[in-house]
């Protein structure tokens, strides 16, 4: 099953990882606090005193998540690092929790899942009982099996090797960690556009999709400059 969902690509906000110990703030320190409209009047929520910092971890762990962190390798050796979350229930009730990969768009990465309050999608479909993994990209983080971000070749790819070997190693990753014969495949953008490609191209890969789920879906690109 295919859904597509119109969506404002600038809306959402990525994370770099890799980067400063989740302990010390990219600013000061903020009680962030917001509040929603019902029936005509405000209601202010509980602060949460959330940082702006860098690590998927400490957002998740601020929510009550459970949290994990794996490192998968794709078949031409870049490294790409998956984040896990769940509910500490459905961690207690051992497998069986359906799994599903958010996969990040351009010029972002899993950080743009966890960066909406409680109202994040991942933390959304955790605290229903999913087994959510973030997906990433190569260049999300710069590590590789031999290559080096200095040498030409690390940076010799394009789309299309992320549709035959990033999106292969997440799902092939996932359902190998889960014991699943299915994941659910939930694309923003550039997740979208992978996607499309990976799942047309490759039939096994795509009989491994229980859902896809496209959000702001990029089919196919014009002339670019």
Avoid at 55 to 67: F, K, T
Avoid at 114 to 128: D, G, K, R
Avoid at 151 to 179: E, H, M, N, P
Avoid at 201 to 215: D, G, H, M, P, S
């Amino acid at each position: 099953m295919f859904i597509a969902v119109p969506g404002n690509r600038s809306s959402s906000t990525s994370l770099e990882e890799q980067q400063q110990d989740s302990s010390t703030s990219l600013g000061p320190s903020a009680s962030l606090s917001s509040s929603s409209s019902s029936s005509g009047s405000l209601k202010a929520k509980q602060p949460l005193n959330e940082r702006v910092v860098p690590h998927i971890d400490y957002y998740v762990h601020l929510h009550g998540l459970h949290y994990e962190r794996h490192r998968a390798v794709t078949a031409d050796g870049f490294v790409l690092y998956l984040h896990r979350i769940r509910a500490h229930e459905t961690v207690a009730a051992g497998a069986g929790a359906r799994p599903v990969v958010m996969q990040h768009g351009l010029f972002m990465d899993p950080g743009m899942y966890v960066v909406n309050e409680e109202e994040s999608m991942a933390f959304s479909l955790a605290n229903e009982g999913y087994d959510v993994w973030l997906g990433s990209n190569r260049g999300v983080v710069l590590e590789h099996d031999s290559l080096h971000p200095s040498q030409d070749a690390f940076w010799d790819w394009s789309v299309d090797d992320l549709a035959k070997y990033d999106v292969r190693c997440i799902v092939d990753y996932v359902l190998g960690q889960t014991g699943q014969s299915k994941v659910a495949w939930v694309g923003m953008s550039q997740g979208n556009a992978q996607a499309f490609m990976a799942f047309s191209t490759n039939k096994a890969l795509a009989e491994k999709i229980a859902l896809f789920v496209a959000i702001a879906p990029v089919a196919r690109l014009g002339d670019l400059p």
